[in-house]
């Protein structure tokens, strides 16, 4: 990204659902590089949404109940776009991926629309279903798109806005991030990745190995 860019708006969308001992720390580290942060609360019952109230640079948006990671990123999107945002980031709130590292996806992206965070590098932290579920999932897609997709379920993202304003999705689960990929993979839309540490300070992931295949097997049928 040149310097001309940089001055361009940079919107960060973050879904979380029951993320109280993670939630402010996250959000505080991500106003350090982007100019402002849309927060989307899927119906969380532990009051995560009143720890991070007096933020200034915060929209707080609140799902009436737990719809799910693709539609709070959809909600997230919708927002980003209306506030003109030229790049949108995604990261999840509990944790698993460190907000310093937001430059480096945002020096990637030139040259591309999309860049991804690639965990599979470095995997000894994470959970063994994961580790197998993520590898099935990337070389699915990867067959079905013709494009190398190295971590399909990462969720820490830089994309243009013209790709959000490009595809919609329909799904509200977590197969939502891989449905994105392949309709911008159909529009021509570049790729990238970016190798990134895999944390798991949480270990109570709300992604479930077997219902992230299940939700994977409808995006294949698209």
């Not at 997230?76 to 310093?100: R, S, W, Y």
């Not at 939502?176 to 944390?199: C, G, M, Q």
Request: hydrophobic content about 40%.
């Amino acid at each position: 990204m040149n310097s001309s860019e940089r001055k361009i708006n940079i919107a960060a969308v973050i879904p979380f659902y029951n993320e109280c001992n993670f939630i402010r720390d996250v959000i505080s580290e991500t106003l350090n590089y982007t100019d402002i942060v849309i927060a989307v609360d899927d119906g969380s019952t532990d009051n995560s949404a009143e720890q991070i109230k007096d933020f200034e640079k915060v929209i707080l948006i609140s799902n009436e109940k737990n719809f799910g990671k693709g539609y709070s990123l959809r909600k997230g999107f919708e927002k980003a776009i209306k506030l003109n945002a030229q790049f949108i980031v995604t990261l999840d709130a509990d944790g698993q991926h460190k907000p310093e590292i937001i430059p480096e996806l945002l020096d990637k992206i030139s040259g591309c629309d999309i860049v991804i965070g690639n965990r599979m590098n470095d995997v000894k932290s994470m959970p063994l279903q994961r580790i197998f579920s993520n590898r099935i999932t990337s070389f699915l897609l990867s067959k079905k798109l013709g494009v190398q997709i190295k971590d399909s379920q990462c969720g820490f993202r830089v994309y243009r806005r013209i790709v959000l304003e490009s595809v919609k999705t329909s799904f509200n689960g977590f197969e939502a991030e891989s449905e994105i990929l392949v309709y911008a993979a159909r529009k021509n839309f570049k790729i990238k990745f970016v190798d990134i540490p895999t944390v798991y300070e949480n270990q109570n992931s709300k992604m479930k190995a077997w219902q992230a295949i299940k939700g994977f097997i409808k995006v294949l049928m698209l």
